[in-house]
């Protein structure tokens, strides 16, 4: 079946469509298999066959796998969290970006260190950043100081600001010394930040 056709199942909603898309999503050819996979993702009734998205974490192929974990970030599907994980391990940086993107959907507090050893150690800039954003999306009050501690004494001008916008949310007066330092950082958006969160903590004690 050519790429076209199997992109128009997707316009049909009967059980034979599914069918054939469940024979696709296990076809020899990987790029059959990620085109499948998308289809699924777009489909109406898709979520149907949602155990053949989480199965095509264990692809052979990245393109499918980077494939699933789209629909998992698109679809907010829980179910996927435990078989995605592995996922932020794989030699691809680009599948590691995309486990990521995915992972922020459907977080739990328990990844939180997972998130940030890649904000910490990863090699590659953009799974670096890629990582930083999920942990900034999922800041809560029991992990705000260690991630304000890592934020503002990153070198992207971006990460700072982060680290007063949490610490705006969350913060104590024992974080303002830091933020009136960053309130003089090179930055001119990093130190308006700084000052709105300083403002902010301080008004609110």
Known sequence: MSHEAIRSLVLRDDDEALNELRTLAAARDAFV?????????QHKRGPELRVIVIAAFSDPSDYVRRTACGIVEHWKLAEAHDP?????????????????????????????????????????????????????QNATAGDWRRLFGAFSGDQLPRHRSWACEIAETFGDPDVLPALASLTNDDDGHVRKSAARAHQAISARN
């Open 33 to 41: 298999r990620r085109t499948a996979i998308e289809v699924i993702g």
């Open 84 to 136: 995605l994980l592995p996922l932020l391990r794989e030699a691809e940086a680009s599948t590691r970006e995309c486990a990521l993107r995915a992972l922020a959907e459907i977080w739990r507090e328990t990844d939180f260190q997972a998130a940030f050893d890649l904000y910490s150690r990863d090699p590659v800039i953009s799974v670096r950043k890629e990582a930083a954003w999920t942990l900034r």
